[in-house]
Structure formats: structure tokens, C-alpha cells
T-cell receptor, first 113, second 109 residues
């Protein structure tokens, strides 16, 4: 079972470059999320989506954009990368919202130099 | 302002003993609490949860306790095993999930 798949697993960017982190889930979940994990800070919600065509900001959306054209895919776009965006990014999905049981991908480690 | 806090960044326990991981929260509107486990280079995986209407939930070696008046929850692992060595995140659900900073558990053989 694939579950939630993220690509790439690792990436090094130069300041000012742009890139897209890909996320795909095969569980037919309506709800999808992007989190970032910084050391000792837990996971912070960047953006989330409650279904195809519907997205909303989370706690730390600045510098990021998302789209949700299909149920399966939820890419995260970084425009004009900055060192502060160096982090590990996790995509997640869930069948419901509110009870909090999320299914996470393996993560994408991004370094901005 | 962290609404969910795990004040111990790390915990070391001997195999076979009890591990107790603690978590405090500030928002009384949270109505569901969860623990996630994370191994290196993997995503977090759901471990156990508890509704705010309960004070205890048990699943095998894992028990979560909720003290609403103190806004405190804890995860007990008995007996601890080396394979339990991981980072544990507590999380609280309101509209969205809010995560604590994590506690690294090391279980020594």
C-alpha cells in the first residue's frame, strides 16, 4: 500500500530559487495537509485542503502556495526560497477532520543555502 | 505562544521499565488528543488517542491519561522495549491539529 507519497526526499536550493514538493495519496481522503518540522518545534501547519479545489492557510503559510486540482494530489510550491524555509516538510491526509488521525508521508528534507 | 507543550525533550528508560511522556496544553477548547510516534527518516504514525470526555484509554502496552482540570495528558508505555525508541509527539485537535515539540525516548537494553 503506497499511502501518502512525497517527492523529492531531499533537495538543496539556492536563495531565490523556486520549487514544488509533490504529494500524492491513494486512500481517497478528502483532507490533505502540509506541515513543516523544525527542531524542537513540533509540526507547524502550512496549508490544508478539505477537497479538490478548496485550500486554506494554516499557521505558517507565508512564502508558500498550494493547489488541489484532484483528490489525490496536493503540491506545495515554494517561491523565492529563503534560508528560513530550511526544514523537513510532511504531507498528510485524513478521511475526516477533527479527530486528528492523520496519515503522513515520509517527509522531504529541504535545505536553502 | 505554544498551545501544546512537551517540556521534556528527551527521556531515557531501561528496557522493561515504564516510560512516562508528558504533555500540557492551554486551550480548553481542544476536544481530542493524540500521540504520534516518529522514527528517523519516516513520517509520524498515529499511536493512540483519547476524547476529552474520557480520562483514560488503553491499547496494549500503551495507555494515555487525560487530566482536563490540569490540562495535562500523559502516555505510559509498559513494559518499554528497545523498539519503542523514537520521538513522540502529542497533539490536540480543535479545528486543526496542534502539535507539541516532541520527546525523544531512548529505551536501553
Amino acid at each position: 500500500n503506497a499511502g501518502v507519497t512525497q517527492t523529492p526526499k531531499f533537495r538543496i536550493l539556492k536563495i531565490g530559487q523556486s520549487m514544488t514538493l509533490q504529494c500524492t495519496q491513494d486512500m481517497n481522503h478528502n483532507y490533505m495537509y502540509w506541515y513543516r518540522q523544525d527542531p524542537g518545534m513540533g509540526l507547524k501547519l502550512i496549508y490544508y485542503s478539505v477537497g479538490a479545489g478548496i485550500t486554506d492557510k494554516g499557521e505558517v503559510p507565508n512564502g508558500y502556495n498550494v493547489s488541489r486540482s484532484t483528490t489525490e494530489d496536493f503540491p506545495l510550491r515554494l517561491e523565492l526560497a529563503a534560508p528560513s524555509q530550511t526544514s523537513v516538510y510532511f504531507c498528510a491526509s485524513s478521511p475526516t477532520i477533527g479527530t486528528g488521525e492523520l496519515f503522513f508521508g515520509e517527509g522531504s528534507r529541504l535545505t536553502v543555502l | 505562544d505554544q498551545q501544546v507543550k512537551q517540556n521534556s525533550p528527551s527521556l531515557s528508560v531501561q528496557e522493561g521499565r515504564i516510560s512516562i511522556l508528558n504533555c500540557d496544553y492551554t486551550n480548553s477548547m481542544f476536544d481530542y488528543f493524540l500521540w504520534y510516534k516518529k522514527y528517523p527518516a519516516e513520517g509520524p504514525t498515529f499511536l493512540i488517542s483519547i476524547s476529552s470526555i474520557k480520562d483514560k484509554n488503553e491499547d496494549g502496552r500503551f495507555t494515555v491519561f487525560l487530566n482536563k482540570s490540569a490540562k495535562h495528558l500523559s502516555l505510559h508505555i509498559v513494559p518499554s522495549q528497545p523498539g519503542d525508541s523514537a520521538v513522540y509527539f502529542c497533539a490536540a485537535a480543535g479545528n486543526m491539529l496542534t502539535f507539541g515539540g516532541g520527546t525523544r525516548l531512548m529505551v536501553k537494553p
